[in-house]
């Protein structure tokens, strides 16, 4: 049984940091993907990880501030962001694929079979 679990998210200042974890089901994922989907708007990409070889991307809005990791050992994929901003507000969710994702499609949902439940991200100016 596949199963991912956010946990982390929290509410936090402008400026501060939080470190959200995915741990996963023992799966040979290809490719672990973080996304997150702000109120009435649609859920988008923010950091990929292919885990072998550890390629990573980032969307544009958060280069430079957040960082995907990937630890096989303990099953389980990170999302380091810092410096948050009030636009980093949303619902982030953990996601993840038996393929190896590339470019363009690192961001795309259909790209992903297997997501989990989200974790809470608040960040207040």
């Known amino acids: 049984h596949v199963q991912l679990v956010e946990s982390g998210g929290s509410s936090v200042q402008a400026g501060e940091s939080l470190k959200l974890t995915c741990k996963t089901s023992e799966h040979p994922f290809r490719t672990i993907g973080w996304f997150r989907q702000a109120q009435g708007k649609e859920r988008e990409g923010v950091a990929t990880i292919q885990t072998r070889g550890g390629t990573t991307y980032y969307s544009d809005s958060v280069k430079g501030r957040f960082t995907i990791s990937h630890d096989s050992a303990d099953n389980a994929a990170y999302l380091w962001m810092n410096n948050l901003e009030p636009d980093d507000t949303a619902m982030y969710y953990c996601?993840?694929?038996?393929?190896?994702?590339?470019?363009?499609?690192?961001?795309?949902?259909?790209?992903?079979?297997?997501w989990g439940q989200g974790t809470q991200v608040t960040v207040s100016a």
């Open positions: 996601a993840a694929s038996n393929l190896v994702v590339q470019s363009p499609n690192v961001f795309r949902v259909p790209s992903f079979r297997f």
